[in-house]
Nanobody, 128 residues
Framework: QVQLVESGGGLVQPGGSLRLSCAAS????????MGWFRQAPGKEREFVAA????????VYADSVRGRFTISRENAKNTGDLQMNGLKPEDTAVYYC?????????????????????WGQGTQVTVSS
């Protein structure tokens, strides 16, 4: 059984930074594609960033490119999302997810379809 646990959320002022972390048990990050999504109140879950299974190909949503950086630490079996230049519109619950089936291509990684394991989410609030 795979468990994903996010941490690092909180309240930050506009322009500030947060680093989210996703710890996995039961699977090794290096073997699978891993993504971050977010969901604001009243909105659908949206893609933020993802690693392809290779660990080389990385994709970002246009809204976060240049501000957010996805990474993973193989030795710790964790995946991180460094968020800089935060804006009020970044306020949401952030989820990490793991795709353990197949080798999804970049366009598919932007959807929730290939991900079969999800964390419980961590709240990020950007407000002055």
């Amino acid at each position: 059984q795979v468990q994903l646990v996010e941490s690092g959320g909180g309240l930050v002022q506009p322009g500030g930074s947060l680093r989210l972390s996703c710890a996995a048990s039961g699977r090794t990050f290096t073997n699978y594609a891993m993504g971050w999504f977010r969901q604001a109140p009243g909105k659908e879950r949206e893609f933020v960033a993802a690693f392809a299974r290779s660990g080389i190909r990385i994709v970002y949503a246009d809204s976060v490119r240049g501000r957010f950086t996805i990474s993973r630490e193989n030795a710790k079996n964790t995946g991180d999302l460094q968020m800089n230049g935060l804006k009020p519109e970044d306020t949401a619950v952030y989820y990490c997810a793991l795709a353990t089936r197949g080798n999804p291509i970049a366009s598919t990684l932007r959807t929730t379809d290939p991900y079969d394991y999800w964390g419980q989410g961590t709240q990020v609030t950007v407000s002055s």
